[in-house]
C-alpha cells in the first residue's frame, strides 16, 4: 500500500544494500530478508531520509530531522546528514556537497539513473529533476560508496528513490493519494501539489502534479536579495506492470523552471523545460535477480544577464541557450552463492551539450561555447558480499571509460574590426580583442578533442560486530573521476563552471588527467535502546585534482581576453593539482523517555592544497545542530538550534572570501486532525538573524541591496506550514 503508515523522517536504516539496487521499497522493512545470510549483510554504512508523509510518534528507526514536502528545492533535505550541505546559488539550484567535494564529484542519481543538466552551470542540479513530493527517501551513503551505486562516485553518492506505482493485486479499483497545500511567508512561496495512485490487479498507475512559486527572499535584517524569486512546475506518471517475480514500468516526467534568480551567478534562469523518461524492469532467471533500466533525458535550458537583474548596458546584455540530450542505461544481475552475494553490471551514458550565448540587442553577437560535445561514459562492475563470524565485508572493482569530443567553436567577437572603440586607450602594440578571439578560437578547433580515459574503482567495506551495542566500519577506496565537459572544454574564459560561482572567469584543458583519490574511512555505531552515538573520520589524498589555477605564459590570450572582456584580473585554468580532505562527522541521539528525544549532528571537514600551502574553495565550515523533539499521540513538536562556525580556511587561489559563524534557531510541529487531514507548520530563523552561508555564495547583481561580490545574506524568519490530504 502506497500510504500505509510508516516510521517517517531521518533515521539510520538498516539497508540490505543489495536488496536497494533491485526493489523500489525494500528498505522500509527489509522485504527481502527472507534468509540469514541477507540478513547479515544488511547495514552497510547508509543514511536515509524518508518522505515525511505520515507521522505517528516515536519508532525504533527515529528521526532527527525531517524533509519538508514543500520545499521547492530537495537538495535542502541534505541539511539533516551529518556531512552533508548544499552549494545555494538560488533558491532551486541547490548543489550537493558531502565531505567538502561537490558538484560533478558526487553520484546523483535517481532511482539508480544518472541525470545530467543542461545548465553548464549547473542551474539544473540532478536534485533539480525530482521534487519532495514523490520523493519517497533519499540515501546518502557513508563512508566509502560502492562501486555499484554510480558512474562516479569519488566524492560519495546519493540515490533518490522516487514514488512508483503500487498495484493492489486486488480485482476492485483502488485509488488514493493525497493533495498538498504549502505556504511560506519570507518570500510568500506557495506550493500546490497532489500525487494519486490508480491500481487494478497487476497493473498501476502514478500520476503527479506539483506547482510551486515564490518571491524573493529577505534576510534578518530586511535586506531584500535579489533576485531569488522563482516558480516552478513538475508533472509526471509511472505505469507499472508488477507479476510474482517480476516487473515492468514505464514513467515520464515534466520539469518547468520558469524565471527563477540565481544571484550568485552571472545569469538568472530564464527557462528550462526537460523531458525525462524512463523503462525499467525487474526479473529473475536462473536463479539471478534482473534489473534494467533504459532512460532518456532532455532538457533546454535559457538564462539571461537582462531579464531578472539590472543591466543598464544593452552592449553587455547576454542570452544562454544550453541544450542537454542524455541516454542512459544500466543492467544488474544478482545471486547469492556459498561464497557470498555476487553483483554484476553495466551500466552508461552518452551526453550532448550545447550552448550558445547571445545578445538580443545586438543580432551580430554570438559566442559559440560548447558544440556538439559529447561525454560519453561506460561502467563494468562485480561486487562480492560476505559474512565472516561478526564482520561483513563487501568489496566492488568498477572498470570505467569516459570518452569526450567537441565540435568546433565560432565566435563574432573574431569578426570584430581592430581598434574598436572596445579598444579605447590601448596600445597599438597590444593585439585586439578580435585578434585575440581568434587565437583563442583557432587554437582550440585546431587541437585534437577526442579524448579517452579509462579508470578502475576498488571499493571496500567492512563491517564488524564488535559487541551487541557496538560496530565498527571501516572503508577503503580507489575512485577515479575524468574530468568534465567544462573543465575540458571552455575555451574561452568564462564563467560556465557547473556552479564554481566563484566569480572567476576560467578556461579549460582538453588534456586533463583524471582526479584519483585514496580514501580511507573509520566509524563506530554505539547503539542501544536509549542512545545512538555514529561518530566517522575520513581522509582522503586526491592526486590530480582538478582546480583552477593562475594562467601562464602560454596563455596570454586568455588571459587579456579575461580581463578585456570580463574585467576579470584572477582568470583561472582547470589544472591538475594535488588535494586532501579529512575530517570527521557525527550524528546521534538519546531518547529520554518516550516523548523526549535530543538528537545531533556535527560535521568537520578541512580540504587543503598538497603542491602549495592553500586551501579547497568553498568548503562547508564546521557545523552541526542540535535537535529536541516532543511525541504525542497525535502530534509532535520539535525546537532545532543551527549552527556554523566561521569560516577562516578558505582559498587564495579562488580569491574566496572568509565567513563568520552563527546560530539559528527553528521550531516545527506536526498535527493529525484524523487519519487524512494533517498539518506541519513552523518557524525557521525565529529570532530573525542576519547572516551569511559560507556556501551560499557571492552577490553577482548589480543594483540590488546587497553590495556586489559580498556574500549573500541567507532567509531571516520564515513561517511556514503544510496541510496534506490524503485519501
Ligand atoms: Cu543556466
Redesign the pocket.
Given at each position: 500500500m502506497i500510504f500505509s503508515i510508516k516510521p517517517v523522517a531521518l533515521a539510520i536504516s538498516s539497508i540490505l544494500l543489495l536488496g536497494s539496487l533491485f526493489s523500489v521499497n525494500t528498505f522500509a522493512n527489509n522485504a527481502l530478508d527472507t534468509n540469514s545470510s541477507a540478513n547479515d549483510i544488511d547495514d552497510i554504512e547508509v543514511i536515509t531520509i524518508t518522505n515525511q508523509r505520515h507521522h505517528l510518534g516515536i519508532d525504533s528507526n527515529e528521526s532527527y530531522a525531517q524533509g519538508k514536502t514543500t520545499e521547492p528545492d530537495l537538495a535542502n533535505w541534505l541539511l539533516s546528514i551529518p556531512g552533508a550541505n548544499v552549494n545555494t546559488n538560488g533558491p532551486v539550484t541547490g548543489i550537493a556537497q558531502y565531505r567538502g567535494l561537490f558538484g560533478d564529484r558526487i553520484s546523483t542519481t535517481l532511482d539508480g539513473q544518472v541525470v545530467i543538466g543542461?545548465?553548464?552551470?549547473?542551474?539544473?542540479t540532478p536534485l533539480s529533476y525530482s521534487t519532495p513530493l514523490i520523493v519517497e527517501s533519499m540515501t546518502v551513503y557513508r563512508g566509502i560508496a560502492p562501486v555499484s551505486v554510480g558512474i562516479n562516485t569519488l566524492g560519495g553518492a546519493i540515490d533518490v528513490k522516487m514514488r512508483k506505482a503500487e498495484s493492489n493485486n486486488s480485482q476492485k479499483l483502488a485509488i488514493d493519494g493525497d493533495v498538498q497545500v504549502g505556504s511560506r511567508s519570507n518570500n510568500n512561496a506557495q506550493t500546490l501539489s497532489s500525487v494519486i495512485n490508480i491500481a487494478k490487479g497487476n497493473v498501476a498507475g502514478l500520476f503527479y502534479g506539483n506547482v510551486q512559486e515564490g518571491e524573493s527572499i529577505e534576510s534578518g535584517d530586511n535586506t531584500k536579495i535579489s533576485p531569488t524569486d522563482f516558480a516552478k512546475r513538475q508533472f509526471g506518471t509511472d505505469l507499472r506492470y508488477v507479476r510474482d517475480d517480476s516487473e515492468t514500468g514505464f514513467s515520464y516526467h515534466y520539469t518547468d523552471t520558469q524565471d527563477s534568480g540565481?544571484p550568485a551567478?552571472p545569469?538568472d534562469?530564464e527557462y528550462?523545460y526537460s523531458h525525462r523518461a524512463n523503462l525499467d524492469g525487474k526479473f529473475s532467471l536462473a536463479g539471478w535477480q534482473a534489473d534494467w533500466l533504459l532512460g532518456y533525458t532532455d532538457a533546454d535550458?535559457?538564462?539571461t544577464n537582462f531579464e531578472m537583474r539590472l543591466n543598464s548596458n544593452p552592449e553587455k546584455y547576454r542570452r544562454?541557450n544550453?541544450t542537454g540530450i542524455t541516454t542512459n542505461y544500466k543492467f544488474t544481475v544478482n545471486k547469492e552463492f556459498l561464497f557470498g552475494d555476487i553483483e554484476l553490471g553495466i551500466d552508461g551514458y552518452f551526453a550532448d551539450h550545447d550552448s550558445v550565448i547571445t545578445n538580443p540587442m545586438n543580432v551580430m553577437f554570438e559566442v559559440v561555447n560548447f558544440n556538439d560535445v559529447e561525454d560519453n561514459r561506460f561502467g563494468l562492475f562485480a561486487q562480492w558480499q560476505d559474512t565472516f563470524n561478526a564482520t561483513k565485508v563487501q568489496l566492488g572493482v568498477r572498470l570505467k571509460k569516459a570518452e569526450s569530443s567537441a565540435g568546433e567553436v565560432a565566435t563574432s567577437m573574431a569578426l570584430m574590426m581592430p581598434m574598436n572603440s572596445g579598444m579605447g586607450g590601448m596600445n597599438s602594440t597590444m593585439p585586439s580583442m578580435a585578434d585575440l578571439a581568434k587565437d583563442l578560437r583557432d587554437n582550440f578547433n585546431n587541437s585534437d578533442r577526442r579524448i579517452t580515459d579509462t579508470n578502475i574503482d576498488i571499493a571496500l567495506s567492512t563491517e564488524t560486530q564488535i559487541s551487541a551495542g557496538l560496530s565498527l566500519y571501516v572503508g577503503l577506496g580507489l575512485k577515479n573521476r575524468a574530468p568534465s565537459y567544462q573543465e575540458r572544454y571552455l575555451w574561452t574564459p568564462m564563467e560556465s563552471t557547473g556552479g564554481l560561482a566563484d566569480g572567476n572567469t576560467y578556461i579549460g584543458d582538453i588534456n586533463l588527467e583524471s582526479e584519483t583519490a585514496y580514501q580511507a574511512d573509520i566509524g563506530l555505531t554505539y547503539q542501544t535502546q536509549k542512545v545512538m552515538l555514529a561518530p566517522h573520520v575520513f581522509y582522503q589524498n586526491i592526486d590530480n585534482y582538478i582546480q583552477g589555477t593562475p594562467l601562464g605564459m602560454g596563455d596570454m590570450s586568455a588571459k587579456m581576453m579575461a580581463q578585456m572582456m570580463a574585467g576579470d584580473d584572477n582568470p583561472l585554468k582547470f589544472t591538475n593539482v594535488d588535494a586532501k580532505l579529512y575530517g570527521v562527522d557525527v550524528n546521534g541521539h538519546y531518547y529520554i523517555n518516550e516523548q523526549v528525544q535530543l538528537s545531533a549532528i556535527v560535521s568537520y571537514v578541512r580540504g587543503e592544497r598538497r603542491d602549495i600551502n592553500d586551501n579547497l574553495y568553498r568548503i562547508a565550515p564546521l557545523n552541526g545542530q542540535l535537535n529536541a523533539s516532543y511525541f504525542s499521540e497525535n502530534w509532535s513538536a520539535s525546537l532545532a538550534f543551527v549552527m556554523a562556525a566561521a569560516q577562516n580556511d578558505v582559498s587564495l587561489t579562488n580569491d574566496e572570501q572568509k565567513s563568520a559563524g552563527y546560530g539559528i534557531v527553528n521550531i516545527d510541529a506536526l498535527y493529525h486532525f484524523n487519519n487524512n487531514l494533517t498539518l506541519r507548520a513552523g518557524v525557521d530563523n525565529l529570532f530573525d538573524k542576519e547572516y551569511q552561508n559560507h556556501l551560499g555564495g557571492y552577490n553577482r547583481v548589480k543594483g540590488s541591496a546587497v553590495p556586489v561580490m559580498d556574500r549573500l545574506p541567507a532567509e531571516g524568519t520564515s513561517a511556514w506550514a503544510e496541510l496534506t490530504y490524503s485519501f
Open positions: 543542461a545548465g553548464p552551470n549547473s542551474m539544473d540565481t551567478l545569469m534562469i528550462i535550458h535559457g538564462m544562454n544550453a
